[in-house]
């Protein structure tokens, strides 16, 4: 599976991964849980997802399935 993305940038001093896959604007963030949110534009779609305290669930296996098929191609 490859996905479709703009960006993905990691903040080491947070501990966080976000990907952009949209250049809409984003108008919402939904809280999936304390550690994943999801950015949506106004009709609703994903336009990025932010992954919190990453190193901290790299054995999840929830967040490795989210993972699964980012590729970098930049």
């Known amino acids: ?3 479709t993305y703009k960006s993905v940038e990691y903040d080491p001093d947070v501990d966080c991964l976000y990907v952009r896959i949209s250049d809409k604007k984003i108008v919402n963030t939904i809280v ?3 550690k ?3 950015d949506v534009d106004a ?5 990025g997802m ?3 305290f990453l190193t901290s669930q790299k054995n999840n296996p929830q967040v490795a399935k989210a993972l699964e ?3 970098l191609t930049h």
Do not use: A, D, H, Y
């Open 36 to 38: 994943f949110n999801i």
């Open 32 to 34: 999936v849980n304390e």
């Open 69 to 71: 098929g980012l590729v």
């Open 43 to 47: 009709q609703n779609k994903p336009v």
């Open 50 to 52: 932010e992954f919190l």
């Open 1 to 3: 599976m490859v996905s």
